[in-house]
Nanobody
Framework: VQLQASGGGLVQAGGSLRLSCVPSGSIFSIRTVGWYRQAPGKQRELVATITRGGITNYVDSMKGRFTISRDNAKNAVYLQMNSLKPEDTAVYYC??????????WGQGTQVTVSS
């Protein structure tokens, strides 16, 4: 499984971005896709996950501002980010987990929120 993440960029505080994660390869084996982020000098942290069946899970601090969704027809998973804050600045990664327990990471997309 390969993952292509895109959609990052520079946005002012209060703005919005939508990140996309498009898997390729053995996509039939994917169970869950998640978005993670890593700010400079910090550990990578979970943002949200979505299962093949559409069940979502969010880190509490992201609830209400971030929305994870999927388009099965396009095999894509999205992260809609609203009301962005400077502290949301990070490299955002998508990760897929398959039914065998293997995990696959995308290359990351930079999100920079200016104050």
């Amino acid at each position: 499984v390969q993952l292509q993440a895109s959609g990052g960029g520079l946005v002012q505080a209060g703005g919005s971005l939508r990140l996309s994660c498009v898997p390729s390869g053995s996509i039939f084996s994917i169970r869950t896709v998640g978005w993670y982020r890593q700010a400079p000098g910090k550990q990578r942290e979970l943002v949200a996950t979505i299962t093949r069946g559409g069940i979502t899970n969010y880190v509490d601090s992201m609830k209400g501002r971030f929305t994870i969704s999927r388009d099965n027809a396009k095999n894509a998973v999205y992260l809609q980010m609203n009301s962005l804050k400077p502290e949301d600045t990070a490299v955002y990664y998508c990760k897929a987990g398959d039914y065998r327990g293997f995990e696959y990471w995308g290359q990351g997309t930079q999100v920079t929120v200016s104050s």
